[in-house]
T-cell receptor, first 116, second 114 residues
């Protein structure tokens, strides 16, 4: 079955420290992977995606993600966390229906808490 | 560019009542999605439209949920009759591609069924 897993319900980090939010995937074929962020009472916002090419993908707000095919992982990273980064983060994988249509399957989310 | 609009933002109803949610996608986006997000879980796709045709409604509880996208623009999602377990945030999203690329989400409608 094609799926995505976020093993941590919550990640706590001090402001200024590096952060990592973990994601692993299971998909047939080449994976298309995404990270979204959700602030309280808001919809999801796109952060970044991996389609092909360089394994290190840079996105919005200073975030980046590293694609690792051998470990089937796509961890979200930031060199220096800000209190304003505190939010719910979702990893997602594209699953094809067949033909040209696809859908996204989301992980269960990881709550990032950045302490001042 | 205006984002995805949804209304209402909040709705409280009693079980067995009916409710409808409205979504207006980003102009020109052919693909529209409705998701259900239960507290503590990731969004679950209920239905996906490509223009005004249904691409996937395999996770839509068709005995009580219905959705339509007339003229390939805005969409409504209806629940009739509602159950307690329908309490969730209902998110609408749109994308310009045929699914699976950047999706742009609306603010959601928080439904509470009592």
């Amino acid at each position: 079955a094609q799926s995505v897993a976020q093993p941590e319900d919550q990640v706590n980090v001090a402001e200024g420290n590096p952060l990592t939010v973990k994601c692993t995937y299971s998909v047939s074929g080449n994976p298309y992977l995404f990270w979204y962020v959700q602030y309280p009472n808001r919809g999801l916002q796109f952060l970044l995606k991996y389609i092909t090419g360089d394994n290190l993908v840079k996105g919005s707000y200073g975030f980046e993600a590293e694609f690792n095919k051998s470990q089937t992982s796509f961890h979200l990273k930031k060199p220096s966390a800000l209190v304003s980064d505190s939010a719910l983060y979702f990893c997602a994988v594209r699953v094809p229906y067949g033909g040209a249509t696809n859908k996204l399957i989301f992980g269960t989310g990881t709550l990032l808490a950045v302490q001042p | 560019e205006a984002g995805v609009a949804q209304s209402p933002r909040y709705k409280i109803i009693e079980k067995r009542q009916s409710v409808a949610f409205w979504c207006n996608p980003i102009s020109g986006h052919a693909t529209l999605y409705w998701y259900q997000q239960i507290l503590g879980q990731g969004p679950k796709l209920l239905i996906q439209f490509q223009n005004n045709g249904v691409v996937d409604d395999s996770q839509l509880p068709k005995d009580r949920f219905s959705a339509e996208r007339l003229k390939g623009v805005d969409s409504t999602l209806k629940i009739q009759p509602a159950k307690l377990e329908d309490s969730a945030v209902y998110l609408c999203a749109s994308s310009s591609g045929t699914g699976g690329y950047e999706q742009y989400f609306g603010p959601g409608t928080r439904l509470t069924v009592t």
